[in-house]
């Protein structure tokens, strides 16, 4: 007998019992909407998480907001860059282990099991800051931007280290926000690709609000979120857009001394001066606001795919377009999503 369906028969002949109606009552309507054959509805599990996020986001941001002073149209200091993250990360690691003990699975479930985490996040910083000092030797070559010192000795150490550790927690709290429980659920509801792209635009659309921002630098900021999504279909792990994410802010913020998507940060090695139009140089928004950010991203992907794509099956192959259904891991600890049937 199928789940949400009661079958009822009629009594022997000659019983006193009153009979009983044999026929087969459909599962109620309102149950329908809320559970599926995996529990929970995907869309219902997202707007939990996503309300869960946003109340304690807001109620840490409330807390501390006061505190901090913070004006997003200056350099902002690491400390007060931690500071500011930290209201994100927290909340974001308690919305997900809420979920995670509601399906009864380990809080690591969505991204972080697997083989080959260190190698993966460490390959990441690499590619990461590989891939924005590109950008930026780029940009320096034809004319775009100009490069002077900034920091020496100490102090450059200083400040490297602790923008290291602020964007390290910009790449947790931004991939496990976007790509981790989000992603791994709505996989499940519609399909990996089908999901890969909204997050990516609500990726992008986040960014909006940063001073500075410009319709190209929304643009490679969707790009990006697509990258990362990108690497978690082909190593089931966001170990490896947590390291490039990290990185790129990192070289870019820190190293470089640029704008990260219009917002400045207080103590770096170098000094940037953009150049010439902005739609080339990036202006306020920083090399992610040239239109070169794109096709760089663009190998970037077919990067990806040449060295990935010839490895291995992507654990979300059974539903890359269509709704899955969330598998115990493979023998390496791998996610796996099958065909929803």
Known sequence: MSEGTERTTA???????APEVSATR?????????LGPQGLRAGWSILIFAALCAILIIGAQIFVGPLLHVNLNTPIGPLKGLAMELCQFVPVVI???????????????????????TVRFI?????????????????HHFGYLALQGALHGGAALKYAGLWGVVFVCVGFTEESLFRGYAQFTITRGIGFWWGMILFALLFGLMHRTNPGESPVGLASVVGAGLIF?????????????????????WGQSYFYGTADSGMLAQGHLFREHPMGSALWSGGTTGPEGSVLVLPFLLVVG???????????????VGSAWTPGRMQAPDSGGRPRLTTAR
């Open 11 to 17: 009594p022997a002949s000659g019983s006193d019992v």
């Open 26 to 34: 459909p599962q109620s309507l309102s149950r329908w909407i809320v």
């Open 95 to 117: 919305a997900t282990w809420v979920m995670a003990r509601l399906e009864r699975r380990p809080l690591l479930s969505y991204g972080y099991q697997g083989p080959a985490r």
């Open 123 to 139: 390959s990441g910083i690499v590619w990461g800051f590989l891939a924005i000092s590109a950008l930026v030797l780029a940009l």
């Open 229 to 249: 999504c990108l690497s978690l279909w082909f190593t089931g792990s966001l170990w490896w857009a947590v390291g490039f994410h990290a990185a790129w802010d």
């Open 302 to 316: 077919l990067l990806m795919a040449l060295w990935w794509g010839r490895r291995g099956k992507s654990p979300f």
